[in-house]
Nanobody, 124 residues
Framework: QVQLVESGGGSVQVGGSLRLSCTASRDTYSTYCMGWFRQAPGKEREGVATINSNGRTYYTDSVKGRFTISQDNAKNNLFLQMNSLKPEDTAMYYC??????????????????WGQGTQVTVSS
């Protein structure tokens, strides 16, 4: 069972930047998809960005051009570079993982493995 641990959240002002990290323990699947999700108070969890093990990426419209998802060469670490942050980006951010490729931003229910989350707060 893969374990995921997020880090890098914090508080920033509007227009600032943060870089989230997610460290994954090794598993035996060579084909997988990892994603970043977020959940604001009183709202449903939503997909932000996904990346397949082949490097293909997908973004939800609200973060395109501002956020970048990436993974390191060893593919044990997942990152989310967040620039030009807005108050509406405030949420708990989670990384998640599933076997097989993603063909876009998938529903959270399709990901069996989750980290504990890291809080991002953007203030004006």
């Amino acid at each position: 069972q893969v374990q995921l641990v997020e880090s890098g959240g914090g508080s920033v002002q509007v227009g600032g930047s943060l870089r989230l990290s997610c460290t994954a323990s090794r598993d035996t699947y060579s084909t997988y998809c990892m994603g970043w999700f977020r959940q604001a108070p009183g709202k449903e969890r939503e997909g932000v960005a996904t990346i397949n093990s082949n490097g293909r990426t997908y973004y939800t419209d609200s973060v395109k051009g501002r956020f970048t998802i990436s993974q390191d060469n060893a593919k044990n670490n997942l990152f989310l570079q967040m620039n030009s942050l807005k108050p509406e980006d405030t949420a708990m951010y989670y990384c998640a993982r599933r076997s097989g490729y993603c063909a876009g931003i998938l529903l959270p229910s399709l990901f069996p493995t989750w980290g504990q989350g890291t809080q991002v707060t953007v203030s004006s």
